[in-house]
C-alpha cells in the first residue's frame, strides 16, 4: 500500500513535467495549426542552461529563470524558422520544427557536450501518512498547478489570450479585424519556449537530460496532448497526470523495460479511436 | 513526369547507369562502402518520396521497416536459411507489417500520422532491445555473408552491385506505379482524399498499398544492409535515421523518383564529406557530430523554405514548367 501511494505521487510528477511539455504544444497548435516537434527540445535547453550555469556558480532560482528565458528565447527563434516565412504550410512547419530540434543537437553538444547532466532540486522530503514525498516532487505538481491556472486565466480572460483564440478558430477572420496572426503565432512559440523552458528546470533534477532526451520528452507529451485533441489544456493534463501514473506503475511493478510501449501504444490507441469519430471532409476543411 | 522525361531522352538515364555500373570497379573498399549506404539511402528514400510526394502521408517511421528488413533477413540467416530466402523475406515480411500496421495507423494523417509511425519504430526499437529472438539490446551477430548456392559476395564491390541491382528495382517499379492508373488515383488523394474518393478512388486500400510498397523498399535495403555489416542491433536504426530518409526526400524533390536518388546522393556524399573535415587532425572530438546535425538541420530547414520543390525540380525547373504538367494524362 505504500510502495503504491509513492508510486502514484513519483507518477502525478513524472505526469506533470509531460502535462507542461504537453502544454507548450497545445498553446502553439491552437495558435498556428503547426505539432511543434522542437517542444521537447526546449525543455533539453533550459535542463542543460540551468545546470550549466549553476555550475559557473549563480545561485537557485536565478539560473532557473534565467535557463526558462533562454529557452523562451529560443521558442521564438524556432517560431521565427517556422512560421517567419508567409504561405508555410503547417506541415512544412512540422518538418521545419524537426529540423529546428536536430539544429540544436548541434547547437546542445557544442555548448555542453553528449553527456547526460542534471542538477540538485530541492532537498529533503516530507513524511506524509508514513509515505516520504520529495519536495521537489512537490515543487512539480505545485508549479504545474498554477500554472495550468494561469494558462486558463490567460486564454480564457485576456485580450491576448482571446486574441490567440480566434487565430486558432479562423485565421482570416482574425486579420479581418485587425489581429496580427504571424505575430501571434511568434508569440505562441515563445509561450510553447517558456512552458517547455519550465518543464525543463522542474524535471531535469528528477531525470537527467541530455540532448537526446527531448524525443522521450515530445513523444510523451504528444501523446499527452492527443489525449486533449491537441486544443485543450486541461484534457492535456488529465492524459499526462494518466500517462505518468501509469509508466511509474508499470515501473514500479517490474515492467519498467516496457515503459515505452505501455506509453506509446496508449497514445496510439488514443488516436485511432478519435480519428474513427471525426469525419475527413471536416479535418480537410479546416 | 519524370517517366515521360526519361522515354523521350534515354541518353541521360543511359549514361547514369553505364557510371553506375563502372563505378564498383574503380572504388576502393572505403569509398565502397559509402558507394552502398548511398544506395541503401536511395531505395529507402525513393519509397519516403512515394510515400510523401504521391500519397501525401508523412512517415517519421521509415526507419523501423529498414530494421524489419534487417532483422528478418538476420534472423534467418543466423539459424542457417539461405541468404537468398533471407533477403527476398526482408521486403515481404516488412510490406506485410507496415499492412498490419496500416490498417488502424493510416487512418491518421498529417502530424497524427507522423508521431504514430515515430511511435512505432520507439516501440519497435524497444521491443528488438528486449526480446530472446532478436538478441536483445547487443543485437544479432556474426550474420553470414550474402551468397545463391555455393556462390558467396564476399567483396564489397559485389555487395555494391546488389545494392545498386536493387535500387534499378525499386526505381522501375516505383516508375510503373506512378505511371499507372493507380499512380493518378494517389495524386488525387494526395490533394483531397474527400475528392478522390467521391471520383471512385479507394482511398483506404490505396493509401494501404503504397504504405506497404514504401515499407518493403525500406525491408530490401534493411535485408542488403544486415548481410554487408554482418550484424544488425537496436543502435543500429536511430530515430535520426528516419529523419535522414525525410531530409533526403525533400531536399531531391517530393513525388519524383530520381530526386530521391539525387536527394540521397547529395546528403550521403555531403555528410562524408563534412565527416572527412571533422575527423581531421586538430578537430575536436565532437567535431562530426556536430557538423553532421547541423548540416542536415540546416539543409532541410532551408530547402523547405526557400526549394519547397527540391534540389532536382529545382534544377530542372525551367524545362518542366513548360511541359504540360501530367506526361501520363493520356493513358
Known amino acids: 500500500m505504500r ?115 542534471s542538477f540538485p532540486g530541492l532537498p529533503g522530503s516530507l513524511t506524509l501518512a508514513g509515505v516520504g514525498i520529495q519536495w521537489q516532487h512537490l515543487l512539480v505538481v505545485a508549479t504545474t498547478v498554477v500554472t495550468f491556472l494561469l494558462l486558463t486565466a490567460f486564454f480564457g480572460r485576456t485580450y491576448l489570450g482571446k486574441a490567440f483564440s480566434a487565430c486558432a478558430s479562423n485565421p482570416y477572420a482574425a486579420r479581418v479585424i485587425g489581429i496580427d ?106 | 513526369m519524370t517517366g515521360g522525361a526519361r522515354m523521350k531522352r534515354p541518353l541521360p538515364g543511359l549514361a547514369v547507369g553505364a557510371v553506375t555500373l563502372a563505378l564498383p570497379a574503380v572504388l576502393d573498399d572505403s569509398a565502397l562502402s559509402v558507394y552502398i549506404f548511398l544506395g541503401l539511402a536511395a531505395m529507402v528514400t525513393v519509397g519516403v518520396s512515394l510515400l510523401m510526394g504521391y500519397a501525401g502521408q508523412v512517415s517519421l517511421g521509415q526507419g523501423a521497416f529498414y530494421a524489419v528488413g534487417g532483422y528478418t533477413a538476420g534472423i534467418l540467416a543466423v539459424h542457417g536459411g539461405p541468404p537468398v530466402l533471407g533477403l527476398l523475406a526482408a521486403p515481404v515480411v516488412a510490406a506485410v507489417f507496415a499492412a498490419v500496421i496500416g490498417v488502424p495507423l493510416l487512418r491518421l494523417r498529417g502530424h497524427h500520422l507522423a508521431f504514430a509511425t515515430l511511435a512505432t519504430q520507439l516501440i519497435l526499437l524497444s521491443l528488438a532491445g528486449q526480446l530472446e529472438f532478436t538478441g536483445g539490446d547487443i543485437g544479432l551477430q556474426g550474420i553470414p555473408r550474402f551468397g545463391i548456392g555455393p556462390f558467396e559476395l564476399g567483396d564489397a564491390a559485389s555487395y555494391a552491385y546488389l545494392t545498386w541491382a536493387g535500387v534499378a528495382v525499386v526505381m522501375l517499379v516505383t516508375r510503373n506505379v506512378i505511371d499507372s492508373r493507380p499512380g493518378r488515383a494517389l495524386r488525387a488523394l494526395a490533394t483531397s482524399e474527400t475528392a478522390a474518393a467521391s471520383s471512385g478512388v479507394p482511398v483506404g486500400r490505396y493509401k494501404l498499398v503504397v504504405f506497404a510498397l514504401s515499407a518493403a523498399f525500406a525491408g530490401l535495403a534493411g535485408g542488403i544492409y544486415a548481410f554487408y555489416v554482418g550484424y544488425v542491433a537496436p543502435g543500429s536504426f536511430p530515430v535520426l535515421l528516419s529523419i535522414e530518409y525525410i531530409v533526403m526526400a525533400v531536399v531531391g524533390g517530393l513525388g519524383t523518383v530520381w530526386g530521391a536518388v539525387v536527394g540521397a546522393a547529395a546528403i550521403t556524399l555531403l555528410v562524408q564529406a563534412l565527416n572527412v573535415v571533422g575527423t581531421a587532425p586538430g578537430m575536436p572530438s565532437y567535431a562530426p557530430s556536430v557538423l553532421s546535425y547541423a548540416v542536415y538541420a540546416l539543409v532541410l530547414i532551408v530547402v523547405v523554405l526557400f526549394l519547397p520543390h527540391g534540389l532536382l525540380p529545382a534544377v530542372t525547373g525551367r524545362r518542366a514548367a513548360r511541359r504540360p504538367r501530367d506526361a501520363g494524362a493520356g493513358r
Not at chain 1, 212 to 228: C, P, Q, R
Open chain 1, 3 to 117: 510502495e503504491l501511494l509513492t508510486y502514484l505521487v513519483n507518477g502525478l510528477a513524472v505526469g506533470c513535467g509531460f502535462a507542461l511539455i504537453a502544454s507548450g504544444l497545445v498553446a502553439v497548435h491552437r495558435v498556428t495549426g503547426v505539432v511543434n516537434f522542437a517542444q521537447g527540445m526546449f525543455a533539453v535547453v533550459a535542463g542543460l542552461s540551468a545546470s550549466w550555469l549553476l555550475g559557473a556558480g549563480l545561485p537557485h532560482g536565478v539560473s532557473e529563470v534565467a535557463a526558462v528565458l533562454i529557452a523562451t528565447a529560443t521558442g521564438l527563434l524556432t517560431g521565427l524558422l517556422a512560421i517567419g516565412k508567409r504561405g508555410t504550410t503547417p506541415q512544412s512547419s512540422l518538418i521545419i520544427t524537426l529540423g529546428v530540434g536536430v539544429l540544436a543537437y548541434a547547437v546542445e553538444i557544442f555548448v555542453w557536450g553528449d553527456q547526460p547532466r
Open chain 1, 181 to 286: 496572426v504571424t505575430k501571434m503565432g511568434l508569440l505562441a512559440f515563445a509561450l510553447g519556449g517558456l512552458l517547455g523552458g519550465v518543464a525543463g528546470v522542474l524535471v531535469t533534477p528528477l531525470r537527467p537530460v541530455s540532448f537526446d532526451t527531448d524525443v522521450t520528452l515530445i513523444v510523451n507529451g504528444f501523446a499527452a496532448a492527443v489525449f486533449g485533441a491537441l486544443t485543450r489544456p486541461g484534457l492535456a493534463l488529465v492524459g499526462a497526470l494518466l500517462l505518468g501514473v501509469a509508466e511509474s506503475l508499470a515501473a514500479g511493478y517490474g515492467y519498467a523495460a516496457y515503459q515505452t510501449e505501455l506509453a506509446l501504444g496508449l497514445m496510439l490507441i488514443i488516436m485511432v479511436v478519435q480519428s474513427a469519430r471525426r469525419a475527413t471532409v471536416l479535418e480537410e476543411a479546416v
